[in-house]
Antibody, heavy 121, light 112 residues
Framework: EVNLLESGGGLVQPGGSLRLSCAAS????????MTWVRQAPGKGLEWVSG????????NYADSVKGRFTISRDISKNTLFLQMDSLRADDTAVYYC??????????????WGQGTLVTVSS | DIVMTQSPDSLAVSLGERATINCKSS????????????LAWYQQKPGQPPMLLIY???TRESGVPDRFSGSGSGTDFTLTISSLQAEDVAVYYC?????????FGQGTRLEI
């Protein structure tokens, strides 16, 4: 059974940094692209960033480009999202999700429960 | 970015009746070399993460009841629930994965 467990969320001041982690189990981690999706309180879904199975292909939403960095550690079956220069509008639940394939351009078939990031002074 | 627009924003349907949600993309998301539409549908219930229902516009995810179906091609897509059940109350999202900047529709709230 696929299991994705996010951690690292919390309260941070504007301009601060956080590093989110997503521990994956139940599947061959290196064979699948992974992604981060966020949801502001009471709002819809927003794709944030994705990374291919090999880590060789990475993409970001324009809203986070230059501030967020996605990475993965295949040896630890863990996905990361380094978030710098945080702003109030980054406040959201952050979900990690597994794509159906290795190279991206696929739907997300498994999701974690999410971790809440609150950016406020 | 490709803009995904869903209609309606909210929908009330009686138990056992058909529910139809539409999704329109701002550009074609059909890739002719593999004959696939890069479109997925998700269901999100309160306090839960989204769940994949349909991918490639019409392929039902394993375990999803067959009352859920997806159709459409190019820029216009539809999610149909053939006979609404109480547990189908949720927000439904379409998503394109054609471009390397994935985008979701704004969501459609489905109520009884």
């Amino acid at each position: 059974e696929v299991n994705l467990l996010e951690s690292g969320g919390g309260l941070v001041q504007p301009g601060g940094s956080l590093r989110l982690s997503c521990a994956a189990s139940g599947f061959s981690f290196r064979k699948y692209a992974m992604t981060w999706v966020r949801q502001a309180p009471g709002k819809g879904l927003e794709w944030v960033s994705g990374i291919s199975g090999s880590g060789g292909s990475i993409n970001y939403a324009d809203s986070v480009k230059g501030r967020f960095t996605i990475s993965r550690d295949i040896s630890k079956n863990t996905l990361f999202l380094q978030m710098d220069s945080l702003r109030a509008d980054d406040t959201a639940v952050y979900y990690c999700a597994k794509e159906l394939g290795r190279d991206g351009y696929e739907a997300f078939d498994s999701w974690g429960q999410g971790t809440l990031v609150t950016v406020s002074s | 970015d490709i803009v995904m627009t869903q209609s309606p924003d909210s929908l009330a349907v009686s138990l056992g009746e058909r529910a139809t949600i539409n999704c329109k993309s701002s550009q074609n998301i059909f890739y002719s070399p593999n004959n696939k539409n890069y479109l997925a549908w998700y269901q999100q219930k309160p306090g839960q993460p989204p769940m994949l229902l349909i991918y490639w516009a019409s392929t039902r995810e394993s375990g999803v009841p067959d009352r859920f179906s997806g159709s459409g091609s190019g820029t216009d897509f539809t999610l149909t629930i053939s006979s609404l059940q109480a547990e189908d109350v949720a927000v439904y999202y379409c998503q394109q994965y054609y471009s390397n900047s994935y985008t979701f529709g704004q969501g459609t709230r489905l109520e009884i």
